[in-house]
């Protein structure tokens, strides 16, 4: 049921303690938080709000794979995902080139869904030395850039270094939005772990960094094609129901371990009190789709980390892949609807 713009719908999610089921009414809105949206990025949302809860969607990491996973399983994801990495400033410099926009756009046109990732190299202050080359810059021990000074104090060149690489970001989501393209935008991912400079000084400065994005992409570069996707299930980290569209999280089990990631579905769930679209945005083995549907974890779509994780032969068997692509609680790319922009 759906009431101003608002998706109504029950779910029987079992209860801490007893183990006992309960019904449960999640309120997933469809309604962006930039209110001057495209009307492609209203699609997308509206589209995912309506079918969620109803199968995953199915996603994969490179569009390098598609073929990889066609050949293997008769199908094709419906969502694959790309990086900005290579278009960081401090990576350009070195002479990084990329054309993950180029095949961003190539992916729309065939019906597809894309969603975007950005390993950021820091902006300055790359220590490149062995074990620490400059290409891992987005790496905390890889820099000394430091994230709570450069906010701390915006007229230093760390500061005015931060700008420049959001800047140089927009001009390559322009070329998407020019394009029609809606994107399922996650920036700052696992911020949480630390292990990326962006998340090295804790919550606070993470949370101003996210905020500090979101007002320069949309309100000086007026990217309404981006749909904003929070990637983190701690509360304190958290940056807002204003500036964050859906929430998500990155989970790599055990290799062949296909549970559904229950407790971690119910982390965000509860961060978000029911209100938004709650996605897998990595993993390595894939949930399982059978127990997703009994167990009533409703992740809006799935998506595979490239290499071993999904050509290994440990994390995914060809079978297993082939089995999830044709489960009937999955989507695929040939299931999506005929977009408006087709």
């Given at each position: 049921m759906r009431n101003s713009g608002v998706l109504i719908f029950g779910s029987l999610c079992a209860l801490?303690?007893?183990?006992?089921?309960?019904?449960?009414?999640?309120?997933?809105?469809?309604n962006l938080v930039n209110k001057d949206a495209t009307s492609e990025a209203r699609e997308l949302?509206?589209?995912?709000?309506?079918?969620?809860?109803?199968?995953v969607l199915s996603g994969q990491q490179d569009y390098g794979n598609l073929n990889?996973?066609?050949?293997?399983?008769?199908?094709?994801?419906?969502?694959?995902?790309?990086?900005?990495?290579?278009?960081?400033?401090?990576r350009t410099e070195r002479g990084a080139i990329s054309q993950e926009?180029?095949?961003?756009?190539?992916?729309?046109?065939?019906?597809?869904?894309?969603?975007?990732?950005?390993?950021?190299?820091?902006?300055?202050?790359?220590?490149?030395?062995?074990g620490k080359e400059w290409w891992r810059g987005f790496y905390t021990d890889a820099t000394t850039y430091d994230l709570a000074s450069a906010l701390a104090h915006p007229e230093s060149e760390e500061y005015t270094l931060l700008i420049?690489?959001?800047?140089?970001?927009?001009?390559?989501?322009?070329?998407l939005k020019e394009a029609g393209v809606p994107v399922l935008f996650r920036p700052l991912h696992e911020a949480e772990g630390g292990w990326f400079w962006w998340g090295a000084k804790g919550p606070e400065p993470a949370k101003q960094l996210y905020r500090l994005m979101y007002?320069?992409?949309?309100?000086?570069y007026e990217l309404g094609n981006l749909i904003w996707v929070w990637n983190s299930e701690k509360p304190?980290?958290?940056?807002?129901?204003?500036?964050?569209?859906?929430?998500?999280?990155?989970?790599?089990?055990?290799?062949?371990?296909?549970?559904?990631?229950?407790?971690?579905?119910?982390?965000?769930?509860?961060?978000?009190?029911?209100?938004?679209?709650?996605?897998?945005?990595?993993?390595?083995?894939?949930?399982?789709?059978?127990?997703?549907?009994?167990?009533?974890?409703?992740?809006?779509?799935?998506?595979?980390?490239?290499?071993?994780?999904?050509?290994?032969?440990?994390?995914?068997?060809?079978?297993?892949?082939?089995?999830?692509?044709?489960?009937e609680e999955v989507i695929t790319l040939d299931q999506l609807p005929k977009w408006s922009w087709r």
């Open positions: 801490h303690g007893n183990g006992g089921l309960s019904m449960t009414e999640q309120k997933i809105s469809s949302m509206k589209y995912l709000a309506e079918r969620y809860g109803k199968g990889w996973i066609n050949e293997n399983t008769g199908r094709k994801p419906a969502v694959i995902g790309f990086d900005l990495m290579d278009y960081s400033p401090s926009i180029r095949d961003a756009i190539a992916w729309h046109q065939q019906g597809g869904i894309v969603t975007l990732c950005w390993h950021w190299n820091a902006p300055a202050n790359l220590i490149n030395e062995p420049r690489d959001i800047d140089a970001i927009a001009v390559h989501l322009q070329e007002d320069q992409l949309v309100n000086k304190d980290w958290y940056p807002g129901d204003d500036v964050v569209d859906i929430v998500s999280v990155d989970v790599y089990p055990e290799a062949g371990d296909h549970s559904p990631l229950a407790k971690r579905y119910e982390n965000l769930r509860e961060l978000v009190n029911d209100s938004k679209i709650i996605a897998l945005a990595e993993n390595g083995s894939i949930p399982d789709p059978k127990q997703m549907k009994e167990q009533d974890v409703h992740w809006s779509w799935f998506c595979t980390w490239t290499g071993e994780f999904l050509q290994g032969g440990n994390h995914n068997t060809v079978a297993y892949l082939k089995e999830v692509y044709n489960s």
